[in-house]
């Protein structure tokens, strides 16, 4: 399965801090998408990444991928309380579904 | 731009009841479509996705099926609910292939009691 899991499951930071989340995959990979759920409402795609990328940045988020390592790292820079939310990692091999992993909950404390 | 909407929003059904759950995709053609079920506090599982009108395709042998009578629209059914069939039901789109960015609709929080 390419399913990617989230590390940690639970993360919990005052406001103002970083928040780092982790995605781990088994097999090789065409795109690495991550993904953030509100509770109780769909998913909003933050950032893809290819396969032949290593960073990517979008606002306050960075995104890296080591495929040697099979990880990708969603970084949140000054977090404010608008992002408590659980982000999933979506992978993908070409020309195959998108698999989700389980998601971090992201807790910010005001 | 483009917009999906997906209804209704909450859906409390009794055993053996059928279930009917649409999606619509707006300002955009031929989208791929899907439907995913997220257990609580989980990540998501694939049921169904569509390339075409007509054309489903089903991931997970169950209880469901789908339809899409027109492109921009599925349709997630049951003729009788279980239990097990409780969930969040999210339905997405995508423009071209299988690993692009997919766009959510806000989702079904389904309780089969």
Redesign the interface.
Known sequence: SQQGEEDPQALSIQEGENATMNCSYKTSINNLQWYRQNSGRGLVHLILIRSNEREKHSGRLRVTLDTSKKSSSLLITASRAADTASYFCATSALNEKLTFGTGTRLTIIP | SQTIH?WPATLVQPVGSPLSLECTVEGTSNPNLYWYRQAA????Q?LF?SVGIGQISS?VPQNLSASRPQDRQFILSSKKLLLSDSG?Y?C?WSRD???????????T?LSVL
């Open positions: 997906q506090g989980r990540g998501l694939l996705y991931e969040f999210l997405a292939g299988f690993n692009e960015k997919l766009f959510f609709g806000s989702g929080q």
